[in-house]
């Protein structure tokens, strides 16, 4: 709920003018003495129905209003008179519904001056401010919080609104209202001025006429922005100043800035421009160089045209007489060819007649040698014949030997079988004698042996069951000693519900640390040799159960010898199971850190910090005292302090008490503070101080206690002991690390014992059963065995029996077929005879054959002889012809060589004369008509035209980096005209840019006086201003505004704020690095102060800008607020001595201040401050304001 009181207190008499070095005492004695005078009066006080929601066991309240209102607005002159001074845009009332903290709806209705809002944090202050953002149409990056708009609606809400009433004139007001609904995680605005809709453009041109630029620091500085003014850059003060002062002062400052923007742009367009034509002169000189060599070029290339026609023409001239001669020269030779000719016909005639006969002879001769091959080849395939019919004959007779050697061989055979039989006959009658005899006691084994076996089946049943008796009770007794070991040892059930609660990367910390524990003793020689080594006996490291039990002795060694205790957890053991949620809270930031006792061991303190990231503490030599309760105290309901709620060796004790305070913290009774009221709260704690004070010889100035689930902290001011500060906060009743053995665990305990002993009496019995149940099992056995072996021989024999019996018919089958053998055999004989006779007749048949034929080849042989003696003659007379008749021959070969040899010459010119003749057709075809014409004027011979033509090749290689297209020439001539012309286009706009520059200047020379004027008198203005005002806090206090600007342009202007706290001190920036955070809150403050008379804003938003203040400056700073306030005072004490010419400063308007603080400064009475106090958060109890 909010609470407005309005104190207005009025001066007696009029202040009389005095120096300005007196002004300061004056105006604070004045406030001060009238202030005591009058007490504030209460008037309009309206009461609304409530709704209080109380929370159980006498905890914090929270008091929620209906819809009707939650504002108790008490003020002297609430008259309507009382908003005619406030500037256009003012705030006369803000009602909020279901807003961040508060449920609404809620209505804060504004004065005129100074509206203080107080109240202690969390209870609402921001949220009021956030109204304003939103309900005036900005969003959150003004105030650098969530941007999500949902988030600033109250939790579990679905609908909520902000109405805000501004001042518009003297007669009216404008009301604004903004409906949110979430609609599917969704936020829906409405917008409504005077309660017709209107679309969000409407609220934006609101912002603009009612000059709301709460986008300003300067202006609007809620408690997330407080920090950014200091850190804003000289040029952005300077715009934001402009911006508070008059949104037109910056635009013409954006103006001009732009014109001089622009002014340099064009300035280096024209030097560029002009740069660019003289480039562009420099192509268009090259492009021309290039024409005239491309233009002697072609000339160049028409000469060499022009001659090479010459030369064709004189070469077809010459060609043409040169194929004259060689027609003649081919009849010539033609005519001698047919004289000799008739010379050489009989010799032709002769030797023709020779050809015929050699050519029958040698066809004859052929013939006669083809029969003599044929029958050579016959002859080789009879020696073949003849061959094989002699192998068929050797091989025959070799299968004779060998049936004649098989007869002998069977006889020793049978000799052999007929022994082997006899054998067999006489086993198998031995056997048959054995079945006789055992057939006869073959029926009382068989029944022996059923009941031994069913003995021995009854013996494994019972057998088993026991073995699964044994196997469940032994894991029976596993499990049970495993709970004891685990129910009794608290302190690793204690570090396992840590591990399990900490984040993973702490849990891998420690996990790491344990597994290289091995590593770390031996790498800073914390334990010695001889204990490492009976480690490693004791345990078989290749396993890892056993590595991590290592690990564990280790650890325990370590604790054991003072050296390293980890993680501390282990080693605290709660007493109290009660209050074992408190100690918890309390040490639970360290249950995971560890406790080195030896600090100056830097190597190991090093490895534990950097490699391992393990959070270490030290223990320091001094021995710290512990409080006790007293008999007063007890009286007062201190039940014990925390120390004595936990067992943990000293010297853990002695090192967390260099962290917390677990000496002096301690545990009070539930009801204690039941009904209490404050001051006997403060009674309590003031009394607790003293005692503590007492025991530990040192003055205590905070308290740490707890009460049933409360947590309590007083503190008091180091700079006024009349200046507490009282907090608390709820914490869980449940325990999730710390464990402890109760009664419900001994009774656990107690049970598990019973358990495993008598698993070990079950276990001492079953083993005595065992030994029993073996002894019978053996000896039913060996009965067993006997008869089996008995009946596995008679098995046998059987078998032996049978394999006999076919032993014997084998026998007996391979006698009768070696009997059949011999008569096969002879068989046999005969027919290899008549096979070897057969063959015998075949071979004298070849023979008569190969005879035959013998005497068909020298019949042959003879005839060939004769032919091949007559084509020899004949050959012999051939040769005498050609030697009568070579040189004849020799003579005809000559003239047709030479005749063919003319014709290749004659079809040569005739070639090259066509080739010619088309060659300077398509000459003359590239010709024009003038240059054919100065074809006939050439009078050179074909000497003087190649030389000519030398001569132009050497001119034409002088030419060969040039391109010849006729394309590239039409493309230079064509950039030539285009350079040309972009060189006039550029001189064109030349002369374009120099106007509007012109055009610029102008311009800027029409502004710049008289905005000038303007800023010049606002800094004058303002520097005086902050200058009376910081001597006004303090008369040693000093402060100056510059403004530092580029040029006489006013480009980029650099507005500083300097400052000196000290009366010989120079001049500082303000700034983070300069000042510290209460000198940067008081400058700041005094800035804005100092520019609100300039300013048309409506209101101003400063949110906890007094946080950093001292006692005096904060009520130095209330002082000249009040001051400031009354329009009477600020020109009677703060008016200018200076005549300002171009602008007019408004001393009659009140200025709307809203300041949020979360504390007042008590026994101070101010002139027109209103104070709001909101009676919201934790703080409130039940009923407080009940009887106000």
Known sequence: MVYSNKRKLDASKKLSNKKNNNINENIGNILNEKGKEKKSKLNNVSKNSKNNDSINNNEISNINIDKSSELVNIDVSSDHNSFKKLKKGAIIEITLYNWMVFSGPVKLKAAEGINLIAAANASGKSSIVCALVFGLGYNSNILSRNKELINFIKKGEKKSYIEIILKCNEKNNISIKRIMNIIDKKVESFWFINNEKVNSSKILDIQKEFNLNLDNLITFMPQENVSKFSRLSSEELFEYTLLAIDKSLLDNYNYLKRLIEEKKNGEHKIVTYEHEIAEEKKLVDDLENKKGKFENFKNLLVTMKLYRVKKYILLLDMKKEELKKVRENIDSLVREKDEHFNTFKDYLSELEKCHKVINQLSSKYSEKKKIIKDSINEYIKLNIKLEEIEEQIIKEEKIMSDTVQNVYENREYIKDLDKKKKKVKEEIEQIKLFFKEKEKCNDNVEDKRKKLELDLKEISNENKQLLMKKYTLQSEYNSLTEKLKKRQNYQNIQEEKLLNSIEFTLRERIMNYKKNIKDIVQNHNLLSDNFLQNLRTKYDETKITNQNEISSEIIE???????????????????????????????????????????????????????????????????????????????????????????????????????????????????????????????????????????????????????????????????????????????????????????????????????????????????????????????????????????????????????????????????????????????????????????????????????????????????????????????????????????????????????????????????????????????????????????????????????????????????????????????????????????????????????????????????????????????????????????????????KIDLIKKNDYYEKCQLFIKVKFKKNAPFLLLSVSHQSGGERSLTTMLYILSIQKLTKNGFYVLDELNQGLDYVNEKRIFELLSCLSNPVLYKQYFLHNYEYKYIQIDYYSKPQYFILTPQIIKNIYFKDITVHYLFNGFGILDNQFSGF
């Open 557 to 1039: 060694e370590l604790s054991r010898k003072n050296i390293i205790y980890g993680p501390l957890c282990k080693y605290i053991k709660c007493v109290k199971p009660q209050y074992d949620y408190i100690v918890e809270f309390f040490l639970k930031k360290y249950f995971y850190s560890f406790l080195l006792i030896k600090k100056e061991n830097k190597p190991l303190l090093e490895s534990l910090y950097k490699k391992y990231k393990l959070s270490v503490i030290t223990t320091s030599r001094e021995s710290h005292k512990f409080c006790y309760v007293t008999n007063e105290m007890k009286i007062m309901g201190v039940e014990c302090f925390l120390y004595e709620l936990f067992e943990s060796p000293d010297i853990i004790k002695n090192g967390l008490i260099n962290f917390i305070p677990i000496n002096i913290a301690f545990v009070v009774k539930n009801d204690i503070f039941k009904n209490k009221s404050t001051t006997e709260i403060n009674e309590f704690n003031n009394f607790m101080l003293k005692e503590i004070s007492k025991q530990l010889n040192e003055e205590v100035t905070s308290l740490f206690y707890f009460c049933d689930n409360n947590v309590h902290r007083y503190r008091i001011s180091s700079y006024d002991k009349n200046i507490y500060i009282d907090n608390s906060f709820f914490i869980d009743k449940k325990c999730k690390i710390l464990y402890y053995i109760n009664s419900n665990v001994k009774k656990d305990l107690t049970h598990l014992n019973e358990k495993k002993k008598e698993c070990e009496r079950e276990l001492e019995s079953l083993e005595n059963k065992f030994l029993e149940f073996d002894k019978i099992k053996k000896d039913k056995n060996d009965e067993y065995n006997k008869i089996i072996l008995q009946q596995n021989e008679l098995h046998i024999k059987k078998k032996k029996l049978l394999l006999l019996q076919s032993e014997l018919k084998s026998i007996e089958e391979d006698l009768s077929l070696y009997l059949r053998g011999e008569s096969l055999i002879d068989d046999k004989k005969n027919n290899i005879t008549k096979n070897i006779n057969l063959l015998n007749d075949k071979k004298i048949k070849i023979c008569e054959k190969y005879f035959s034929i013998l005497k068909e080849h020298d019949k042959c042989d003879k005839e060939l002889f004769g032919i091949s003696h007559e084509m020899n003659q004949w050959k012999r007379y051939l040769s005498v012809i050609k030697n009568k008749n070579s040189e004849n021959e020799q003579k005809h070969e000559a003239l047709k060589n030479s005749i063919h040899l003319e014709k290749t010459r004659l079809s040569s010119c005739m070639c090259e004369i066509s080739e010619l003749e088309q060659l300077i057709k398509v000459h003359k075809k590239e010709l024009k008509k003038e240059e054919i014409s100065l074809l006939y004027d050439i009078n050179l011979s074909l000497e003087q035209i190649e030389n000519k033509l030398q001569e132009c090749a050497l001119q034409q290689k002088i030419y060969s980096n040039l391109d010849k297209s006729e394309e590239k020439y039409n493309m230079i001539v064509i950039s030539i005209e285009k350079h040309k012309e972009t060189i006039e286009n550029k001189k064109k706009e030349i002369q374009d840019l120099k106007k509007l520059l012109e055009g610029y200047n102008e311009e800027m020379q029409f502004i710049l006086p008289t905005w000038s004027n303007y800023i010049n008198e606002y800094i004058i203005f303002l520097n005086y201003n902050f200058q009376k005002f910081m001597s006004f806090i303090n008369p040693e206090y000093c402060g």
